[in-house]
């Protein structure tokens, strides 16, 4: 059945995911073996024009190590590969968009690429939802299914806040995902906004660069005291997780229930004097900032590194957002679309999540396909 609202579909498939991260890979991988074909029954839709998921755009110099860990993905060691033995001279996303490359490869997952999933809206109460995508020279297409499986992750949505006199600061401002290199700060004063390792590699990686760095966060940083993440804070965070995503609520940051994990790198900055933070400042001005307590910090530069929001924009048809700012979702499936499940959302934010929750999450979409 189509209508001018949904017209008819371009293809049919029983499933679509919409992301090849680790989260899309992982649900793709369980779905493959519990007997559905890539391509035919499952379509795998990725914006990235490369495999790695949001590995593919992270910054030059960013290296896999304790605070940048990647777990493998399920089924990668049939491939002959694992993150702990990756050469960590490389580029994190050199590493990873190989790897995922060759896991898409040796299973044969099909991941349609690059393109940009545009909307996703229901057709009638049994006929599937409809996926509504774009390519880059702008040709629509739609995909119907009966399940989809969101797995679009936070890159595309990186959150900056307000603050009074950002609209007057005439340096530079970005956020994390247009950072690229220190060189470009050459001889700059930069503050760096934020609690997080991408606030803290930003400012390792400034340090003797940059004419000099100033470290903002809008809370007290929390160090883990170990060089490796604490496995009971983790599951303390996952949990808060999981309550906000039930409750519906806006998620919280994984790291400020972990703490930040203290390597040798970080312990060492922390000794010097460059991973110093402060309270945050209370407004921008023309060239720079004014602190807490009346000061004026010259800047050229600001850096947002102030985390990130669940990308989930293309389910706004769906209406499922709600007046707390989340989406009930509750063991990986939404609560008031149950045709549709949300992988590396809440407690499955993490990339050892992720895994866990991909098998878990393909088992009920066959459940659902099954009729159950």
């Known amino acids: 059945m189509s209508d001018a609202t949904n017209p008819a579909p371009d293809q049919v498939a029983r499933v679509v995911v919409i ?13 493959r073996r519990l007997g559905l074909e890539p391509g035919r029954d499952v379509v795998v839709l990725d914006r990235g024009p490369d495999a790695g998921g949001a590995w593919q755009y992270r910054w030059e110099a960013l290296r896999l190590g304790a605070a940048h860990r990647v777990h493998d993905l399920p089924g990668m060691h049939a491939v002959r590969l694992r993150f702990d033995d990756a050469d960590r001279a490389r580029p994190a996303r050199d590493v990873v968009a190989e790897y995922y490359r060759r896991f898409e490869q040796h299973y044969d997952l099909r991941v349609r690429r690059p393109v940009t999933v545009a909307s996703v809206t229901r057709i009638g109460a049994d006929e599937g ?26 890159w595309g949505t990186p959150f900056v806040p307000w603050y009074p006199g950002r609209d007057v600061f005439r340096g530079r401002q970005l956020d994390t995902t247009e ?33 000099s760095t100033r470290w903002f966060t809008r809370r007290p940083v929390v160090w883990s005291g170990t060089a490796a993440l604490d496995v009971e804070s983790a ?6 997780q999981d309550r906000a995503a039930r409750a519906g609520e806006v998620l919280p940051s994984i790291v400020s229930g972990t703490g930040v994990p203290v390597t040798r790198r970080i312990r060492a900055g922390i000794d010097r004097g460059v991973l110093r933070e402060a309270p945050m400042f209370t407004r921008l001005d023309a060239d720079g900032v004014v602190t807490a307590d009346g000061d ?3 800047a050229d530069a600001v850096i947002w590194a102030t985390g990130f929001r669940a990308d989930l924009r293309h389910l706004a048809p769906l209406r499922l957002r709600t007046a707390r700012g989340g989406v009930v979702v509750e063991d990986g499936r939404s609560e008031d679309e149950p045709r549709l499940f949300l992988a590396g959302y809440g407690p499955q934010a993490s990339t050892i999540g992720a895994n866990r929750a991909g098998r878990r999450i393909a088992r009920q979409v066959v459940d659902v396909l099954a009729g159950g």
Do not use: K, M, P, W
């Open 235 to 240: 599951v303390a965070a996952v949990d808060e």
């Open 296 to 298: 004026h910090v010259h």
């Open 19 to 31: 992301g090849a991260g680790q989260a899309g890979l992982s649900v793709v991988y369980h779905l």
């Open 179 to 211: 950072y690229r290199s220190a060189a470009e700060f050459a001889g700059q004063d930069v503050l760096v906004v934020g609690g997080g390792t991408s606030a803290i590699g930003f400012l390792l990686e400034l340090d003797g660069v940059a004419r």
């Open 129 to 154: 939802l409809c996926v509504t995508t774009r390519t880059a020279d702008g040709r629509e297409q739609r995909v119907r299914a009966e399940v989809v499986v969101n797995a679009s992750g936070t």
